[in-house]
Structure formats: C-alpha cells, structure tokens
C-alpha cells in the first residue's frame, strides 16, 4: 500500500481554503471524516474560552451580564450564523439544543395555521424531528396528523389540509440534498409554511434561508459549525413571522423586559421572542469563537472544495472497493457534503477503519458514513483514506471478532 502520509495533492496545493486546516487541532496520524457528526476543536478556542472563564466570570462576576454583555450573547452568535445561512441580522439566535428549537418553531408554525392539521414530514428526515412532531402533536391533541412519505413524494402530498412541511435539508444518513427553494415554493402554493433543518447543511454548504423564502429553520452549532460536544443550537424566524409567531416555551429571557419580572409574559420583538432560560454562556462562547473561522470564507468556494473531496472519493471508493454500494445520489449537487455507502458488516468495518486512523461513522443498519468539512479535510486526506479502506476490505480486516462489538455510540 502506498505511504500518503506526507503527501500534498495539487488541488491542495492550488487551493487558499488549505491554509484553514491550520485553525484546527488534529490529532497525529488521524484522517478526521465526522465533522457531520461532530467537528474538531478550532485552535484557538480554548484560550478564548479560558478568558471568558478566568477574566470575565472569574473578575467580573455577575457584573459580566453588562461589562462582557453576555445578555445579548445568543443574538450575537445568532447574527454571525446568519451570514453564513442567507439570513439578515436579527432573524437568527442561538441557544437551546436543535430538538428543543423543532418543539418551539413548529408550534409557532402549526398556530399560524389554525385551519390546518397535518405536518408533512419525508422518511429521510432525522428521527428527532419526528419525535418532537409526535410530542407535539400529542401534546396539543387537536386532532393533528404526523405524515411521512418517501422524500420524492414529497411535492405530491402538499395538500389542503398540510399546514408544515417540516423537512431537513440534507439527509443524515445519505447526503440526499432537497431542493429547499422549490419545496418551499410548493408549500406556499399549496398554503403551508416550511420548517427546515440545517443541521447538515449549516457551515458545509451555501444556505439561502431568505432568498428560498423559508417561514423557520433550525440548526446544530456542533457539526459543521465546530462549536463543541453539545453546542448551542439556532433557530431562524423570517421577519414577516416575527410579530405573530407564538412558541410554547414562554420562559423569561423571551419576555420583552425580562428585568421587569411582570407575572404576565409579554413576548419580545423579533427572534428573541424564541429564547427561554439563562444563555449557556461558556458553551456560547465557544461557538462564538469557533465561528471565527468562518469570517473570511466564501460559502460558494467552500462547496466547490466539498464537491471536489466527495467526488475524488467517491470515484476511488468504487474503482477500489467494489464490495461498497453506493447509498449517496451520485450527482454532487443533490447530496451535501458526505458519501455513505452500504456494506452489509458496516459496524464492524467502521471500527477497523478507526483503528487504522480513519474515523467516519456508521448508521443503522448498513451505512458507513463520510463527512468531508472542506475547511480541514484534503485531497490527500481522501486519497489515503482509501487506500486504507481498500486494504482493510482485501485483507478482510474486518471480520475480526473485537470489530463487531456495539458500542453505545456508532
């Protein structure tokens, strides 16, 4: 097997967007392909975050809510994701975890149509989401309906009677990338509002909340966005949807004056009508920091360099390993920024992968798994990866009894 270990390719070479693996730490001899599951550690977070900890709580104490104005953290952080989600300032904030954020905007959403019962969601969606409709919908026991139809039959089922369609725009398990604009379209034709979830889509690849007209989003601060294990997520209300949008969880940091302490709950302007406790200020801090890497990016060079990783890998994989299906759609434009193939041991393949340095993931019941986040993946990166994919298939290397024991976490 060819030693890659050292190896610059010449799109790397050619590439600025190389330079940003520098603004993270990986470890030695690692081929890191799960930032849709969780991404690295940005370098210089933990000195930012020591100083929020050691000088602004450790000196200002509470006095740190005005002097470091951690109060409006959650905007703060908001705004900068709204950049790179095709959002104006004011319309996103961050806080919350993504489940939690679905419960609030699609209860917002379901009251904007009261006339309407159904929630329109596609096989492919994450099961959280479904989870949280069903709560919903148990929860608010006006005879709403949870319906999930195969993601092509989408469009067809908007009828008169959907009130959401609430579908996540990249497919964990695939990559299969919807349409966004034009299912947003058809949802407005047919009367509904469009609930998306950037959860794999938010810092891999250019989103136009405002230009596809979408009524709410919600997003992870802790994949393609580097914010930590647990990062706060965000939440997106388009404007003409801010006065009226009433979420369920009216907790203080909503009310229009939390300060005031009124016994009746007022909601506040804008998106921050959709924030409920205290702000989790270290962890926003963190993502706060591990945003700085984005500032200078542009999100339509960042796709060409994710488009460009996939598509080297996926050529290899099936020139090399004829023993893996393809499960992601092979044109690059409908998928995001990950290849998934199947394999019938995919557990245990994984794991030999890991052990050798290359860390992807695995999903149920028979897909491996690759992320390729362009700011720190190379082509080297790919071309390695597979030559130790394909090793560890000709060899069998994976059949080895250790590599079929279920962790808690694939």
């Not at 270990?5 to 890191?32: M, N, T």
């Not at 996939?310 to 090399?320: K, N």
Request: include cysteine; aromatic fraction near 8%; proline fraction near 6%.
């Amino acid at each position: 097997m060819q030693d890659r270990s050292d190896a610059v390719h010449p799109l790397d070479a050619a590439d600025p967007l190389s330079r940003k693996r520098a603004a993270f730490e990986l470890p030695a001899g690692v081929i890191y392909l799960d930032g849709n599951s969780l991404g690295p550690l940005p370098a210089h977070v933990p000195e930012r975050l020591a100083g929020v900890v050691r000088a602004q709580w450790g000196q200002s104490l509470i006095r740190a809510w005005n002097d470091h104005d951690w109060i409006d953290l959650p905007r703060r952080v908001g705004d900068r994701i709204a950049r790179l989600v095709g959002a104006a300032s004011g319309t996103v904030v961050a806080g919350d975890s993504t489940s939690v954020n679905l419960f609030k905007v699609l209860a917002a959403a379901l009251a904007l149509r009261p006339g309407r019962t159904v929630i329109l969601s596609d096989t492919g969606n994450f099961p959280t989401d479904l989870y949280m409709a069903q709560g919903l919908r148990d929860l608010l026991a006006r005879g709403h309906e949870l319906r999930v139809v195969a993601p092509e039959e989408v469009a067809g089922a908007l009828g008169p009677d959907v009130a959401v369609l609430m579908l996540t725009e990249v497919d964990y398990r695939t990559g299969r990338r919807h349409d966004m604009a034009a299912l947003t379209r058809a949802a407005h034709v047919a009367g509904a509002l469009a609930v998306w979830d950037l959860a794999h889509s938010a810092g891999a690849l250019p989103v136009d909340l405002a230009g596809a007209g979408a009524d709410f989003a919600v997003g992870c601060g802790y994949k393609y966005l580097n914010g930590g294990p647990g990062a706060p997520a965000f939440l997106y209300v388009a404007p003409r949807h801010q006065a009226e949008a009433v979420q369920p969880l009216a907790g203080w940091m909503g009310h229009e004056a939390p300060f005031a302490f009124d016994l009746d709950y007022r909601p506040a302007a804008g998106a921050d009508r959709m924030r409920v406790g205290t702000p989790p200020i270290l962890s926003l801090a963190a993502l706060d920091a591990a945003l700085d890497v984005f500032d200078d990016v542009d999100m339509a060079a960042l796709r060409a360099r994710s488009i460009s990783l996939c598509e080297l890998f996926r050529t290899e994989v099936e020139a090399r390993c004829p023993g893996l299906v393809l499960a992601s759609p092979r044109d690059p434009q409908a998928r995001g920024s990950q290849v998934s193939f199947r394999f019938a041991d995919g557990y245990a393949l994984m794991q030999a992968l890991i052990e050798r340095g290359v860390i992807g993931d695995f999903r149920a019941p028979d897909i491996v798994r690759f992320g390729f986040a362009p700011l720190y993946v190379s082509h080297a990166d790919v071309l390695a990866a597979v030559d130790i994919l394909a090793d560890i298939l000709d060899t069998r290397a994976w059949d080895a009894p250790r590599f079929k024991i279920r962790a808690k976490v694939t």
